[in-house]
Structure formats: structure tokens, C-alpha cells
């Protein structure tokens, strides 16, 4: 696995907050706790590289570990994989509302530029993703439908009906204008799923969601492309900022080269398309 620490954390957006799900959480005094299970057989070793100008004046860290005399045959090794879009592949900047005709009806049935959350060959289960967004347009970000591909099939196995309700929420979070808490942005934070971040609907607004399958695994023998549009048929063009995480047995396929250290520091990019949402 390879992963910029504050994003394999949660916080994708350079920011603290605390917040506590089933397998990522961040307390007090900056204290990032994973509780993901990661099975070794001989070795394990984990390293972090400081790529920054400014030097670290104190690292600490724990780390909890049981010794067992056999490991079945058949276990499958923790992975987790950064990717990110600075911005996403918006198809259009001529609309003022997600709900224009021409965007809300527009379809994607292929997957065509979807965000690609997790692409990897072998044999598994994906377990989740956090996910973070900068907002470079108005409007509600997350009209876009999950979309994964198992084992090479052309057409999704799963199509999910839009990203608020991959995540378990649902009517923007609390962020859009139709919320029932009215100007107020609601942030939770539950064992599966979660929005701990929620910066409202307009240009600039920035996110955090995160949603965990250990209930419902997506289990694949061959691949998987787990993939979700940036709003309708990726009509939008956001910044995404994601850590997708899995087990399989080995090998793994080559991840992607992780960006330069410039290049993941999150900034408001200007992809025109509306300023003020609804």
C-alpha cells in the first residue's frame, strides 16, 4: 500500500477533525488510529517519508500485533491505493443548475470517464473508500452513480443511483438548499458511513464522506474497477481525492505512481461552470 498519510487517515484535505468510524479514526491531538487488519506471514514493515520543506519535531506511533503459529492458505493481504483528479473530467461548463434537462438527462451507461476509485487484478474483496472534495463549481456534488466492474465485465455489476446514496446519506447532506436544518451543515460520523466534513453546495465548499463494505463485501476472482461519476454522466469538474481500500490474495497489480507532494496539496482549481448553487 502506498498513501499520503493524512489521506489514508481520512483527511484528504490537509485539515484536522476528529471523527470515529469502524476502522479509521482521529482523536484528539492529531491521533490517527487505523484498526485495519493487515496479516503477514514472515514480515511486515511499514515506513513514512516526511516529503515536505519543514522537518517533523515529534513522530510517535503504536502499533498492536499478534503472533499466530499458521495463517490459512487462502488469506488475502490489506492493500489501500490513493488516486486523485485535480480536477475530474467534466464533459460541459454551460450549465447553471445540475438539474439543467440536458444534464440531468444525460446518460452514461459504460462507465466513459468515470473517477476510477480502485482498479486491481487478483482475487479479493474492496472494503471501502474515504473520500474527499474540493468543490470548483456550484451546486451539489454528488449527483454522480457508483459504478463497479468484476471480473472484466463490459458492464457494471453494481450501478448505484447517485454518490449521496452510495454513502448512506441522502438530499446533499444537509448542504444543499432544500435541507430541512435549513443554513445549518450536519456532519456524522458512524461505524460504516459517514460525512464528517460538510462545507455546503457552492464554489469552494470542501467534503468528506466514507463508506466501509465489511457488511457487504464486493468480492471479485479476477478484477475489479470500482469507479463513480462526478456528477451526471460526469458532467462535473471537482477536485476528488480518494483511498480505496481492500484485501486480495497476491500478487497485486502495479499501483499507480503516486503524485508529486505539489501536486496533492489540496487548492480551489477554476473549471468556470456555476458559482452560486441552488
Given at each position: 500500500?502506498?498513501?499520503?498519510?493524512?489521506?489514508?487517515?481520512?483527511?484528504?484535505?490537509?485539515?484536522?477533525?476528529?471523527?470515529?468510524?469502524?476502522?479509521?479514526?482521529?482523536?484528539?491531538?492529531?491521533?490517527?488510529?487505523?484498526?485495519?487488519?493487515?496479516?503477514?506471514?514472515?514480515?511486515?514493515?511499514?515506513?513514512?517519508?516526511?516529503?515536505?520543506?519543514?522537518?517533523?519535531?515529534?513522530?510517535?506511533?503504536?502499533?498492536?500485533?499478534?503472533?499466530?503459529?499458521?495463517?490459512?492458505?487462502?488469506?488475502?493481504?490489506?492493500?489501500?491505493?490513493?488516486?486523485?483528479?485535480?480536477?475530474?473530467?467534466?464533459?460541459?461548463?454551460?450549465?447553471?443548475?445540475?438539474?439543467?434537462?440536458?444534464?440531468?438527462?444525460?446518460?452514461?451507461?459504460?462507465?466513459?470517464?468515470?473517477?476510477?476509485?480502485?482498479?486491481?487484478?487478483?482475487?479479493?474483496?474492496?472494503?471501502?473508500?474515504?473520500?474527499?472534495?474540493?468543490?470548483?463549481?456550484?451546486?451539489?456534488?454528488?449527483?454522480?452513480?457508483?459504478?463497479?466492474?468484476?471480473?472484466g465485465a463490459p458492464k457494471p455489476k453494481i450501478h448505484g443511483t447517485g454518490a449521496e446514496d452510495y454513502y448512506l446519506g441522502a438530499w446533499c447532506y444537509g448542504g444543499c438548499g432544500i435541507s430541512p436544518f435549513g443554513h445549518a451543515k450536519p456532519t456524522f460520523?458512524?461505524?460504516?458511513?459517514?460525512?464528517?466534513?460538510?462545507?455546503?453546495?457552492?464554489?469552494?465548499?470542501?467534503?468528506?464522506?466514507?463508506?466501509?463494505?465489511s457488511e457487504s463485501p464486493v468480492v471479485f476472482n479476477k478484477s475489479i474497477k470500482m469507479t463513480i461519476e462526478q456528477g451526471h454522466a460526469n458532467h462535473r469538474a471537482d477536485n476528488y481525492y480518494t483511498v480505496a481500500y481492500w484485501y486480495q490474495m497476491e500478487?497485486?497489480?502495479?499501483?499507480?505512481?503516486?503524485?508529486?507532494?505539489?501536486?496533492?496539496?489540496?487548492?480551489?482549481?477554476?473549471?468556470?461552470?456555476?458559482?452560486?448553487?441552488?
Amino acid at each position: 500500500m502506498e498513501a499520503p498519510i493524512g489521506d489514508f487517515f481520512g483527511l484528504g484535505l490537509g485539515k484536522y477533525f476528529l471523527y470515529e468510524s469502524k476502522f479509521l479514526s482521529v482523536g484528539s491531538q492529531r491521533a490517527l488510529n487505523s484498526s485495519f487488519e493487515m496479516p503477514f506471514r514472515k514480515s511486515a514493515k511499514i515506513t513514512v517519508t516526511n516529503e515536505g520543506e519543514q522537518a517533523i519535531d515529534a513522530f510517535y506511533y503504536n502499533i498492536d500485533w499478534e503472533k499466530h503459529k499458521t495463517l490459512p492458505d487462502n488469506v488475502a493481504y490489506f492493500h489501500a491505493q490513493y488516486r486523485q483528479a485535480t480536477p475530474t473530467k467534466g464533459w460541459t461548463t454551460d450549465w447553471k443548475y445540475n438539474g439543467d434537462p440536458k444534464i440531468n438527462n444525460k446518460e452514461n451507461t459504460t462507465g466513459a470517464d468515470n473517477y476510477v476509485i480502485l482498479e486491481a487484478e487478483g482475487k479479493g474483496h474492496f472494503v471501502g473508500v474515504t473520500h474527499s472534495i474540493i468543490q470548483n463549481q456550484g451546486d451539489w456534488w454528488g449527483e454522480g452513480d457508483e459504478m463497479i466492474f468484476i471480473d472484466g465485465a463490459p458492464k457494471p455489476k453494481i450501478h448505484g443511483t447517485g454518490a449521496e446514496d452510495y454513502y448512506l446519506g441522502a438530499w446533499c447532506y444537509g448542504g444543499c438548499g432544500i435541507s430541512p436544518f435549513g443554513h445549518a451543515k450536519p456532519t456524522f460520523a458512524y461505524s460504516e458511513y459517514g460525512n464528517p466534513q460538510n462545507g455546503g453546495d457552492d464554489r469552494g465548499a470542501q467534503w468528506t464522506v466514507y463508506r466501509y463494505h465489511s457488511e457487504s463485501p464486493v468480492v471479485f476472482n479476477k478484477s475489479i474497477k470500482m469507479t463513480i461519476e462526478q456528477g451526471h454522466a460526469n458532467h462535473r469538474a471537482d477536485n476528488y481525492y480518494t483511498v480505496a481500500y481492500w484485501y486480495q490474495m497476491e500478487p497485486h497489480a502495479p499501483f499507480p505512481a503516486l503524485p508529486p507532494v505539489k501536486e496533492r496539496i489540496p487548492e480551489l482549481v477554476n473549471t468556470a461552470g456555476p458559482t452560486i448553487g441552488k
